[in-house]
């Protein structure tokens, strides 16, 4: 029988103060040593970042290993309750830091591992949206192995070319966000 993280994911949301409208890191929470828990706004999101990270991760794709889709409590859902009312997905604590966070000396070859990772999820159809901002993709100092993360918006492929697409990834530029002249901007990694 499968483990359900159910009760490990409230405590941790409850722990953590996960507001209604909390956006950024109050919506993951650490659930135990090895899980984690995303909290996503839309049903669609919750599914799609579930059912892809089950496919890359059985595919030999580096993404976190997903352990539970937790729906929404109806009743917590009337209620408003920020916590049982959201959507959560429940998957494998990936160590490591994310690619903003980098220092200079480790983001080109965190970069070059990133990319050559999208290049591999493009090649089993799936088109990664938001993958140019450097916050999706976790780097582990010690192993040298980069992990994707947030999968939430990813798709499958429908009419895209696939080769145009990997030429994009080569092309663009990852960004981060960070505070320059009084306000927060999205600036070049690398």
């Known amino acids: ?17 996960c507001g209604l409208y909390s956006f950024g890191i109050e919506n993951v929470v650490r659930a135990s040593e090895q899980i984690i828990a995303k909290r996503e706004m839309f049903a669609r999101n919750a599914r799609a970042a579930y059912r892809i990270g089950k496919l890359l991760h059985r595919e030999g794709i580096s993404v976190p290993e997903m352990h539970q889709l937790i729906r929404p409590n109806p009743l917590a859902v009337i209620s408003m309750d920020p916590i049982r009312g959201s959507w959560w997905v429940a998957m494998e604590y990936v160590p490591g830091i994310t ?14 591992l990133y990319r050559e990772e999208l290049k591999k999820v493009v090649k089993k159809g799936i088109i990664p949206v938001d ?17 994707l993360i947030d999968l939430s918006l990813w798709r499958k492929a429908k009419n895209e070319n696939i080769a145009s697409v990997l030429e994009e990834i080569d092309g663009k530029a990852i960004c981060a966000y960070r505070f320059a002249e009084g306000r927060n901007r999205l600036v070049p990694l690398g």
């Not at 483990?3 to 103060?17: G, L, M």
């Not at 690619?99 to 970069?111: H, K, M, N, P, R």
């Not at 140019?132 to 040298?144: C, F, K, M, Q, S």
């Open 99 to 112: 690619l903003d966070e980098l220092d200079s000396g480790l983001v080109s070859c965190a970069l070059k």
């Open 1 to 17: 029988m499968a483990t359900d993280y159910r009760k490990q994911v409230y405590a941790a949301a409850k722990k953590a103060h």
């Open 131 to 147: 993958y140019e901002y450097g916050v999706n993709g976790i780097y582990n100092p010690g192993t040298g192995k980069i992990t």
